[in-house]
């Protein structure tokens, strides 16, 4: 199962739609023309539509499959006694001396530069289910990092 947010979701289904009505239908007619071309065996340019056409056809397929399989999670129905998806939280990194501040998001809506991690990565997976006053190490790529939880909102 999937979580995302109402917006999460509308953006998704807009990334589905421009895919299947709009990318689709363009590389379509680039198929269509370099069909036009004439021999098939020995043109690169319809042999490279027709692969954009496969890759665009499997990406719609995986994300049909996460829309059907994802749940609209609402803000006003998150506890703040524990970190769940679409907490926000703020962090103290010891390690670096920082304070952080992160949304818990899903994979789908996840942009670091905004703040929002998805719950997923190997920060997200750490946070989750910590109180505030925790303090833990978590190990990402470049190695481990301690935390600890300074305060969680929704």
């Given at each position: 199962?999937?979580?995302v947010t109402e917006e999460g979701m509308k953006d998704l289904v807009?990334?589905?739609?421009?895919m299947?009505?709009?990318?689709?239908?363009?590389?379509?007619d680039r198929v269509n023309e370099a069909r036009k071309l004439?021999?098939?065996k020995e043109n690169g340019d319809y042999k490279a539509a027709r692969e954009d056409l496969s890759r665009i056809d499997i990406r719609?397929?995986?994300l049909e499959n996460y829309i059907a399989s994802s749940q609209i999670i609402s803000r006003d129905k998150i506890k703040n006694n524990v970190i769940r998806m679409l907490n926000k939280v703020k962090i103290k990194d010891h390690t670096r001396n920082k304070d952080l501040e992160y949304t818990i998001v899903s994979q789908a809506e996840a942009d670091p530069i905004e703040g929002k991690i998805s719950a997923d990565s190997p920060i997200?997976?750490?946070l989750l289910g910590k109180?505030?006053?925790?303090?833990f190490m978590i190990t990402?790529?470049?190695g481990e990092i301690e935390f600890e939880i300074l305060e969680i909102t929704s």
């Open positions: 199962m999937n979580y807009k990334k589905l739609y421009d299947k009505h709009i990318q689709r239908a363009e590389i379509l004439g021999d098939l719609i397929g995986e997200g997976k750490g109180k505030v006053g925790d303090r990402i790529p470049i």
